[in-house]
């Protein structure tokens, strides 16, 4: 997105500046010609170096078409010169409407996610067909129909499905899509917004369909706006829609679908309170989906980290108590007279209160039901294979050096493990999670693979 026009403060009308704002992958930000009046440095002796928040500034392009963008902060030195350009950091921007107040907020936003329309599995549009020169009708009806809707502790989810009617000088086409609208309690600023409902349900399907997600759509409706106007709503993300084309889903490819959500409403709630209490997690696991050319170590500690982080949010069980490792302090403190080696030992006593690896892998496995089974069947000593490669990475030293094949595809089994813990926490059983992977090509795969795994181990 580049657009060149003319900016100003909502409090300042008149003072309207050129300038061209962009937002791409590298940047969001609007560069002017010549910096606000209010902006500029009072005297020669200001610093030169300035910092000035706006909330909001306001734009037109050459067409009048309006821009909002929100969050703007200067962060180049301003010249003594009131005719040096201006160049400020933008974290959002809404087009279509200039929004009023110093903090605008908002109580609807629409969403529509790549895959969505896969993971839903609703049957596609009709292909019209003519079948010895006899011409087939369709009646179809454009616009939006509601699924689906699921309650949320300040807000309404809805599932909606889109048919989009176009047409150019020839032929109308019919476009189908899904999308997510939330309805909320209390309005909130963008911020809140994306990240307490957008960004969750963009990780729900990255993990539903085992495949990176991304928005191709965000719109919203500005609090205090009497008509039901939805505006877009852009701002840098990884998850922004890509160039290349969107490959299509197939059910066994996906880790579950609609379908297997059943028929509760509060479906969502449960999903809304996990990726709360295990965003880390889930940010661990779905970060190589994002970033697939990463090296096979950093994708390997990426999961360990995931299974770590895990295990301390649900089980959140330490060895000793606290009374336990304080009355062990003291007997040190007792037997230790030297000051340093007192902190040494106290500050790791105590910061060592963990299950050691082996310990913390079996608690996983046992909690992943069927997938841990099925992985120590295929390979028994599972359990140590992740512990060597881990300490392998993380110790350079180590003669653990199994090779990259071999960390690949105990890693892609560390990873089912911890996506089978996810969906217990979600709310599936055991037997529905082995129906799931049972029809899964990847898991069954990757199953397969790692049988044979070890002859590819090449230890140095």
Same mark, same amino acid.
């Given at each position: 997105?580049?657009?060149?026009?003319?900016?100003?403060?909502?409090?300042?009308?008149?003072?309207?500046?050129?300038?061209?704002?962009?937002?791409d992958?590298?940047?969001?930000v609007?560069?002017?010609?010549?910096?606000?009046?209010?902006?500029?440095p009072?005297?020669?002796?200001?610093?030169?170096f300035?910092?000035?928040?706006?909330?909001?500034?306001?734009?037109?392009?050459?067409?009048?078409? @309006?821009?909002?963008?929100?969050?703007?902060?200067?962060?180049?030195?301003?010249?003594?010169? $009131?005719?040096?350009?201006?160049?400020?950091?933008?974290?959002?921007?809404?087009?279509g409407?200039?929004?009023?107040? @110093?903090?605008?907020?908002f109580?609807?936003?629409?969403?529509?996610?790549?895959?969505?329309?896969?993971?839903? @599995?609703?049957?596609?549009?009709?292909?019209?067909?003519?079948?010895?020169?006899?011409?087939?009708?369709?009646?179809?009806?454009?616009?939006?129909?509601?699924?689906?809707?699921?309650?949320?502790?300040?807000?309404?989810?809805?599932?909606?499905?889109?048919?989009?009617?176009?047409?150019?000088?020839?032929?109308?086409?019919?476009?189908? $899509?899904?999308?997510?609208?939330?309805?909320?309690?209390?309005?909130?600023?963008?911020? *809140?917004?994306?990240?307490?409902?957008?960004?969750?349900?963009?990780?729900?399907? *990255?993990?539903?369909?085992?495949?990176?997600?991304?928005?191709?759509?965000?719109?919203?409706?500005?609090?205090?706006?009497?008509?039901d106007?939805?505006?877009?709503l852009?701002?840098?993300?990884?998850?922004?829609?890509?160039?290349?084309?969107?490959?299509?889903?197939?059910?066994a #490819?996906?880790?579950?679908?609609?379908?297997?959500? %059943? #028929? +509760? +409403?509060?479906?969502?709630?449960?999903?809304?309170?996990? *990726?709360?209490?295990?965003?880390?997690?889930? #940010?661990?696991?779905?970060?190589?989906q994002?970033?697939?050319?990463?090296?096979?170590?950093?994708?390997?500690l990426?999961?360990t980290?995931?299974?770590?982080?895990?295990?301390?949010?649900?089980?959140?069980?330490?060895?000793?108590?606290?009374?336990?490792?304080?009355?062990?302090?003291e007997?040190?403190?007792?037997?230790?007279?030297? %000051?340093?080696?007192?902190e040494?030992?106290?500050?790791?006593?105590?910061? %060592?209160?963990?299950?050691? #690896?082996? $310990?913390q892998?079996?608690?996983?496995?046992?909690?992943?039901?069927?997938?841990?089974? $099925?992985?120590?069947?295929?390979?028994?000593?599972?359990?140590?294979?992740v512990?060597?490669?881990?300490?392998?990475?993380?110790?350079?030293? *180590?003669?653990?050096?199994?090779?990259?094949?071999?960390?690949?595809?105990?890693?892609?089994?560390?990873?089912?493990?911890?996506?089978?813990?996810?969906?217990? @926490?979600?709310?599936?059983d055991?037997?529905?999670?082995?129906?799931?992977?049972?029809?899964?090509? +990847?898991?069954?795969?990757?199953? %397969?693979?790692?049988?044979?795994?070890?002859?590819?181990?090449?230890? +140095?």
């Open positions: 997105m580049k657009i060149r026009g003319q900016w100003w403060l909502p409090d300042s009308p008149d003072d309207k500046q050129s300038g061209t704002f962009t937002l992958a590298e940047q969001c609007l560069v002017l010609d010549h910096s606000f009046a209010r902006l500029s009072e005297s020669p002796d200001e610093a030169a300035k910092v000035v928040l706006e909330p909001v500034v306001h734009g037109t392009d050459a067409d009048g078409r @309006e821009y909002s963008l929100l969050d703007c902060s200067t962060h180049r030195p301003i010249a003594t010169d $009131d005719m040096a350009d201006s160049h400020n950091d933008v974290y959002a921007v809404v087009s409407t200039h929004l009023a107040g @110093e903090s605008p907020t109580d609807k936003a629409t969403v529509t996610f790549t895959h969505l329309l896969d993971w839903t @599995e609703w049957p596609g549009l009709p292909v019209a067909s003519n079948v010895d020169g006899a011409e087939t009708l369709f009646m179809l009806k454009a616009g939006t129909r509601h699924h689906k809707t699921y309650t949320l502790p300040n807000a309404v989810l809805h599932l909606e499905e889109n048919r989009h009617l176009d047409r150019d000088d020839n032929s109308f086409f019919v476009r189908q $899509d899904a999308q997510f609208t939330v309805e909320l309690a209390e309005p909130a600023d963008w911020l *809140s917004l994306t990240q307490s409902y957008v960004t969750p349900l963009n990780d729900f399907l *990255s993990l539903a369909t085992s495949t990176a997600s991304a928005f191709e759509d965000v719109r919203v409706h500005a609090a205090g706006d009497p008509d106007v939805m505006v877009s852009a701002f840098r993300s990884v998850h922004l829609l890509r160039k290349n084309p969107v490959r299509l889903l197939e059910q #490819q996906m880790l579950f679908t609609l379908s297997d959500t %059943g #028929q +509760s +409403s509060g479906f969502f709630a449960t999903w809304f309170d996990v *990726s709360e209490t295990h965003r880390h997690t889930i #940010q661990q696991l779905l970060a190589t994002y970033a697939p050319f990463e090296w096979t170590d950093n994708t390997f990426a999961v980290r995931a299974a770590d982080a895990f295990h301390r949010r649900k089980f959140k069980e330490q060895p000793y108590k606290q009374d336990q490792i304080n009355g062990i302090v007997i040190i403190k007792e037997w230790v007279s030297d %000051g340093e080696l007192q040494y030992a106290t500050r790791v006593i105590k910061g %060592g209160n963990y299950f050691p #690896q082996h $310990d892998l079996s608690k996983l496995i046992e909690y992943s039901g069927p997938v841990g089974r $099925d992985i120590l069947d295929a390979m028994p000593h599972f359990i140590k294979a512990k060597d490669i881990r300490n392998g990475l993380a110790h350079p030293n *180590s003669q653990s050096n199994p090779g990259a094949v071999y960390r690949h595809r105990v890693e892609q089994a560390f990873r089912w493990i911890v996506r089978a813990c996810l969906l217990k @926490e979600i709310g599936f055991e037997q529905k999670i082995q129906t799931l992977l049972d029809r899964n090509s +990847s898991y069954v795969f990757d199953l %397969g693979e790692l049988a044979d795994v070890e002859g590819l181990r090449i230890d +140095s």
